[in-house]
């Protein structure tokens, strides 16, 4: 397998971080693209804001860049904005680069390729398993903004592409909020602290319908895949874990890792309800958890004692709140070739430990 020169762009992320380990390991040359240069071992910074052009171009001339690995993305106040901004941010990036020596770009989306926007969530109602080849659901979504661009920029200069559509990434990043693995330890190290039910704080369809998730490690290889098997150029693949859960199980034997009596939504059924004024969000039961998490934090010693560079309480709610079964399709790309496969319970325990080991979490 040949290997190249890799641009990771959003490298502090929870994919892109642990992208860009895997591929030092692998053996590729890596630079690592952020808005503030941060140190990883193995991975050469570069740090540049993508929506400042003349910055970009800068940061960025004279790179021997053959491999783009696009994992980052900028929240705005509504889709619209998302769209302008995050297209903006791609644009930027592939005018900077020297397109006669780039090979290959992969951009990561996920899920909401199928359920809209957060302004549209659910409104395509799109049958499960999701497979690639559904039609994109009506409205503003800037994961189809980054599509064109990328389809469009390579068109233009004569490279390969692939999109990647994972569901809910689980994996360790340090500094990165939005991570649901990280967001349910803190949570659950707070209930131990406060003697307190591990509550469920998602749907009645989310604690009883199936589901999937998405190893940040079964991402990276994807993603080194499909960069480098000229039979897979120029597709969108679906990447989980290749297994699926119901969170009622999932739930208690996370409770169970932490000694914690679990709490779900035991009605089932066509009366069970996802009447919002009976769920319990993170967001509401974690009201004023900044002083208790500093006080765990100075108990036990801990790396980082503000709770809002830790854990996303919105985010978490986003995913469990759903009212709509998510489920992702891989045979394509088991067809083309691709057949690592991880326990989603593994991969939860697996962060957990290593949180323990690191000090994030008691």
């Avoid at 969530?121 to 497979?131: A, L, M």
């Avoid at 591990?198 to 604690?207: K, L, N, R």
């Avoid at 859960?245 to 779900?264: D, K, P, S, V």
């Amino acid at each position: 397998m040949r290997k190249g020169t890799a641009l990771v762009v959003g490298a502090t992320g929870i994919t892109g971080g642990n992208l860009a380990s895997y591929l030092v390991a692998s053996g590729w040359t890596v630079y690592g693209l952020s808005r503030r240069a941060t140190e990883q071992s193995g991975v050469i910074p570069v740090a540049a804001d993508l929506l400042d052009k003349p910055a970009t171009e800068q940061a960025l001339a004279g790179l021997p860049i053959t491999h783009v690995f696009y994992c980052t993305w900028i929240r705005r106040d509504n889709e619209k904005a998302n769209v302008e901004a995050n297209s903006q941010m791609m644009r930027n990036l592939f005018d900077a680069l020297d397109s006669d020596k780039l090979d290959h770009a992969s951009l990561v989306t996920g899920t909401k390729q199928y359920l809209g926007s957060f302004e549209a969530y659910g409104s395509g109602r799109i049958e499960t398993p999701f497979r690639e080849s559904e039609p994109r659901v009506p409205g503003d979504n800037f994961y189809y903004a980054l599509e064109d661009v990328l389809f469009e920029a390579a068109e233009r200069h004569g490279f390969a592409w692939n999109v990647h559509r994972p569901h809910t990434v689980i994996g360790y990043a340090r500094g990165n909020a939005m991570n649901m693995g990280t967001t349910i330890a803190v949570y659950a190290s707070i209930c131990q602290a406060a003697g307190q039910p591990f509550v469920f704080p998602g749907s009645q369809t989310q604690w009883n319908a199936l589901t999937d998730m998405t190893d940040a490690l079964v991402l990276a290889r994807q993603m080194e895949w499909a960069a480098t098997t000229p039979g897979a150029a120029n597709q969108a693949f679906n990447t989980v874990n290749g297994d699926v859960f119901r969170w009622r199980r999932m739930w208690r034997e996370i409770g169970e890792y932490f000694g914690l009596e679990a709490q779900g939504l035991e009605v089932q059924g066509p009366e069970a309800s996802d009447d919002p004024e009976t769920m319990q969000p993170l967001e509401t039961q974690m009201a004023g958890a900044e002083s208790t998490w500093r006080e765990i934090a100075e108990k036990h010693d801990l790396v980082e004692p503000d709770v809002a560079k830790l854990a996303s309480w919105w985010h978490t709610d986003a995913d469990l709140g759903r009212d709509q079964e998510c489920v992702n399709d891989t045979t394509k790309s088991r067809d083309f070739g691709f057949d690592h496969f991880r326990e989603t319970r593994a991969a939860f325990f697996d962060l957990f430990d290593r949180l323990r080991a690191e000090k994030v979490i008691p």
